[in-house]
């Protein structure tokens, strides 16, 4: 029977592992960005608990980079692969949506979630920008890494910042 502890005690030592796993620096041997090894994916169908964690500990230990692997992998060696994955990923010009609902915060400002499940939060600018559900938005990148909101053919956007 699970109590509430051992159930507490298994999600915070399964989100510890994946943390771990996704922040593993591995040569370009190893999945591409974003991929997990088949046998991780296949813990995820065990419906005990305690094998389950001791599945995803096991194929974690498995995909982990040997300190042999990981030594002197920094610097050029480690940038060219950064850059090797920038290139393979396909990046958007734009991001396409409808708001499914909208919530304001404290400030006046709104936060909106799409329909492919990203939420976006205005950037306080002191500008009012009127944001309602069903509108069909667009979403471009701005300057140094910010992001621009507008609604359908409007020539007006607003800064936003992506929560989710």
Excluded at 29 to 35: I, R
Excluded at 65 to 75: D, I, M, V
Aim: charged residues 25%; proline residues 5%; glycine residues 6%.
């Amino acid at each position: 029977m699970r109590t509430p502890e051992k159930t507490s005690l298994l999600r915070v030592t399964l989100v510890g592992a994946l943390s771990a796993l996704a922040s593993i620096q591995v040569p370009a041997a190893e999945p591409a960005p974003g991929s997990l090894p088949t046998e991780l994916l296949e813990c995820r169908k065990e419906a005990d608990d305690a094998r389950r964690l001791a599945c995803f500990d096991r194929e974690i230990a498995r995909a982990a980079p040997s300190a042999e692997q990981r030594f002197g992998y920094r610097g050029a060696v480690a940038r060219e692969r950064i850059d090797r994955e920038k290139t393979a990923a396909p990046a958007l010009e734009r991001l396409q949506a409808k708001v499914l609902s909208v919530s304001t915060t404290a400030s006046g400002d709104w936060v909106a979630t799409l329909d492919n499940g990203q939420v976006w939060l205005q950037v306080p600018t002191g500008t009012r920008f009127s944001l309602r559900v069903g509108d069909s938005v667009i979403i471009t990148p701005g300057a140094l890494g910010s992001f621009l909101l507008r609604k359908g053919s409007s020539e007006s956007s607003v800064r936003v910042r992506r929560r989710r």
